[in-house]
């Protein structure tokens, strides 16, 4: 590479005749009709080379302020490195100067670029890019670069010129442009995800949400509620179906520091059983055949929020270790994808099964049951509060007049009390339906009760004497919150010897407090 720089001078006369006359006090030559001094010449010529100096000075001194530039020999030591070069690497010259400009260089940040860079140089081309050089202090700045190679008359590289300016505010601007999008993205997308289950879910949220009821049972669960919702902790919502355990985690979640966020509903039993891991934890385009959509699952919707898992018993042993990971670790990952996601979730879940039946017969995990099993809420059937019923009749026969455009509001001695005498094996939900009904049916201002006989009667399950001591130990262990020992402790209450109801726990295979403690940890 070969760069020449002509300047023209400002002389008269041609440089033969300057030289034909050249040694005299006095040159003089004819060029144009007019003698040129040459002392003046001189002056002229000297004054014109200072203001190239001083302006090749300004030029670089203007490019030792804002341009890195060095130079290195064919084996890549540093032969030249400007003062800006010096003072962005944190390296003096002398520390520059026959040092290996790889080994400058070796906090690069992609390896690759790095070493095309290289090959690119070494064929003689010139190389432009952006890179991320680290100074002295293991700091990082970035540069954008054009290394120009100068050859030798063979095509050999000789030497190596780099040129750069400093980037660096430029390129964490971006950085942080990007992490912002990926922010909104994730947003975007969660957003979406709560629209769609929400767009979902709107038809089936009851007009009537309130839980209705006065008697000891219900001002029970009440009171568990208010204890449990503020503390953020699994719930475990056990009852036969119809009972309200919807209701109850809906309560729940309404009086969290999660309120304001929406809760998300799972019905697992709803769900087919090879769709509930993908509901429950979303999947990767391409997951499975037809997934030709990412999805986000309910999880992901609900982080930071509450979900409820109504019918948690009918998932399967695959997906109980996939929840179990989610309230151990908070994280899971997608159908379809090796990538860990974090969430902050509440589980509230629900089932009318006797789980711990269940964990005896190896149908649910042991473990994920004393995970759910934090803090139980055992929802009473309706038959065992009727002091209930009427509050519920006259709520629900208003909710349906007001619908169906009637004034009824009165009913019969003689329905009221039907009504409390029915066993209502589908509890509140068979009662709802019964007034519904029966408003339809009624045309004045009284309620005309529909049938009751037609109802399924729930037949009692035959047990062993072994089943039931060891629900009846479970049941007084919980009202102790597992306290065996001392005053109002299970063994007074069992009238047994704190000795004998540790070997019958054992025998039974129900564990103590601290073996609670030591598998949920």
Same mark, same amino acid.
């Given at each position: 590479?070969?760069?020449?720089?002509?300047? $023209?001078?400002? #002389?008269?006369?041609?440089?033969? /005749?300057?030289?034909?006359?050249?040694?005299?006090?006095?040159?003089?030559?004819?060029?144009?009709?007019? &003698?040129?001094?040459?002392?003046?010449?001189?002056?002229?010529?000297?004054?014109?080379?200072?203001?190239?100096?001083?302006?090749?000075?300004?030029? *670089?001194?203007?490019?030792?302020?804002?341009?890195?530039?060095?130079?290195?020999?064919?084996?890549?030591?540093?032969?030249?490195?400007?003062?800006?070069?010096?003072?962005?690497?944190?390296? +003096? *010259?002398?520390?520059? &100067?026959?040092?290996?400009?790889?080994?400058?260089? +070796?906090?690069? %940040?992609?390896?690759?670029?790095?070493?095309?860079?290289?090959?690119?140089?070494?064929?003689?081309?010139?190389?432009?890019?952006?890179?991320?050089?680290?100074?002295?202090?293991?700091?990082?700045?970035? /540069?954008?670069?054009?290394?120009? $190679?100068?050859?030798?008359?063979?095509?050999?590289?000789?030497?190596? =010129?780099?040129?750069?300016? !400093?980037?660096?505010?430029?390129?964490?601007?971006? /950085?942080? &442009?990007?992490?912002?999008?990926?922010?909104?993205?994730?947003?975007? /997308?969660?957003? &979406?995800? !709560?629209?769609?289950?929400?767009?979902?879910?709107?038809?089936?949220?009851?007009?009537?949400?309130?839980?209705?009821?006065? +008697?000891?049972?219900?001002?029970?669960?009440?009171?568990?509620?208010?204890?449990?919702?503020?503390?953020?902790?699994?719930?475990?919502?056990?009852?036969?179906?119809?009972?309200?355990?919807?209701?109850?985690?809906?309560?729940?979640? *309404?009086?969290? $520091?999660?309120?304001?966020?929406? #809760?998300? =509903?799972?019905?697992?039993?709803?769900?087919?059983?090879?769709? @509930?891991?993908?509901?429950?934890?979303?999947?990767?385009?391409?997951?499975?055949?037809?997934?030709?959509?990412?999805?986000?699952?309910?999880?992901?919707?609900?982080?930071? +929020?509450?979900?409820?898992?109504?019918?948690?018993?009918?998932?399967?042993?695959?997906?109980?270790?996939?929840?179990?990971?989610?309230?151990?670790?908070?994280?899971?990952?997608?159908?379809?994808?090796?990538?860990?996601?974090?969430?902050?979730?509440?589980?509230?879940?629900?089932?009318?099964?006797?789980?711990?039946?269940? @964990?005896?017969?190896?149908?649910?995990?042991?473990?994920?049951?004393?995970?759910?099993?934090?803090?139980?809420?055992?929802?009473? $059937?309706?038959?065992?509060?009727? !002091?209930?019923?009427?509050?519920?009749?006259?709520?629900?026969?208003?909710?349906?007049?007001?619908?169906?455009?009637?004034?009824?509001?009165?009913?019969?001695?003689?329905?009221?009390?039907?009504?409390?005498?029915?066993?209502?094996?589908?509890?509140?939900?068979?009662?709802?339906?019964?007034?519904?009904?029966?408003?339809?049916?009624?045309?004045?201002?009284?309620?005309?009760?529909?049938?009751?006989?037609?109802?399924?009667?729930?037949?009692?399950?035959?047990?062993?004497?072994?089943?039931? !001591?060891?629900? %009846?130990?479970?049941?007084?262990?919980?009202?102790?919150?597992? *306290?065996?020992?001392?005053?109002?402790?299970?063994?007074?209450? =069992?009238? =047994?010897?704190?000795?004998?109801?540790?070997?019958? #726990?054992?025998?039974?295979?129900?564990?103590?407090?601290?073996?609670?403690?030591?598998?949920?940890?």
């Amino acid at each position: 590479m070969k760069i020449n720089v002509t300047t $023209p001078l400002p #002389m008269r006369a041609s440089s033969p /005749e300057l030289n034909h006359v050249f040694g005299s006090n006095k040159l003089s030559a004819l060029n144009g009709g007019c &003698l040129l001094d040459t002392v003046d010449e001189m002056t002229e010529l000297r004054r014109t080379c200072d203001l190239l100096l001083d302006e090749l000075k300004e030029f *670089r001194t203007a490019v030792d302020h804002h341009a890195i530039v060095a130079t290195t020999d064919a084996e890549g030591k540093i032969t030249y490195a400007n003062d800006r070069f010096c003072k962005i690497s944190q390296y +003096s *010259r002398e520390e520059l &100067l026959g040092r290996d400009h790889r080994i400058v260089n +070796s906090g690069f %940040h992609d390896q690759k670029v790095f070493q095309n860079m290289w090959e690119t140089i070494g064929r003689g081309e010139i190389w432009t890019g952006e890179i991320r050089n680290s100074a002295k202090d293991a700091s990082f700045y970035w /540069e954008a670069i054009t290394i120009v $190679p100068l050859l030798t008359d063979d095509g050999r590289p000789r030497q190596y =010129l780099s040129i750069g300016s !400093e980037i660096t505010q430029r390129k964490l601007a971006e /950085e942080a &442009l990007a992490q912002s999008q990926s922010e909104i993205k994730k947003l975007k /997308e969660r957003l &979406l995800a !709560e629209s769609q289950y929400l767009k979902s879910e709107i038809n089936t949220i009851q007009r009537h949400g309130e839980i209705i009821g006065a +008697s000891p049972g219900i001002k029970r669960v009440l009171h568990q509620v208010e204890q449990v919702a503020p503390a953020d902790c699994t719930v475990l919502v056990t009852g036969e179906t119809g009972t309200g355990k919807e209701l109850v985690a809906q309560e729940i979640h *309404r009086l969290s $520091p999660r309120k304001d966020k929406m #809760m998300v =509903l799972v019905n697992c039993a709803a769900l087919p059983s090879a769709l @509930v891991e993908n509901e429950l934890f979303g999947r990767e385009r391409g997951a499975y055949t037809g997934a030709l959509t990412s999805q986000v699952g309910r999880f992901q919707a609900a982080d930071n +929020s509450t979900i409820f898992l109504d019918e948690v018993s009918e998932v399967s042993m695959e997906v109980q270790a996939k929840l179990l990971r989610v309230l151990q670790q908070g994280e899971f990952q997608r159908l379809g994808s090796s990538k860990t996601h974090k969430v902050n979730v509440r589980v509230i879940a629900a089932t009318n099964r006797d789980l711990a039946e269940d @964990v005896r017969k190896g149908k649910f995990r042991e473990d994920l049951y004393y995970r759910l099993k934090v803090f139980p809420i055992a929802i009473p $059937p309706l038959r065992e509060r009727v !002091e209930d019923i009427p509050r519920m009749v006259f709520a629900f026969m208003e909710e349906f007049s007001m619908r169906m455009g009637k004034k009824i509001t009165k009913i019969s001695h003689k329905a009221m009390e039907a009504l409390q005498k029915h066993q209502w094996p589908g509890n509140v939900r068979e009662l709802r339906n019964v007034i519904e009904h029966s408003v339809i049916l009624s045309a004045g201002d009284t309620l005309k009760l529909s049938f009751l006989g037609d109802s399924p009667t729930r037949e009692p399950q035959p047990v062993t004497l072994a089943e039931a !001591e060891r629900e %009846h130990i479970l049941k007084t262990l919980e009202t102790t919150h597992w *306290r065996i020992k001392g005053k109002r402790g299970a063994a007074e209450r =069992l009238d =047994l010897e704190p000795s004998t109801l540790y070997s019958r #726990m054992q025998k039974l295979g129900i564990p103590t407090r601290r073996q609670k403690e030591d598998e949920e940890a």
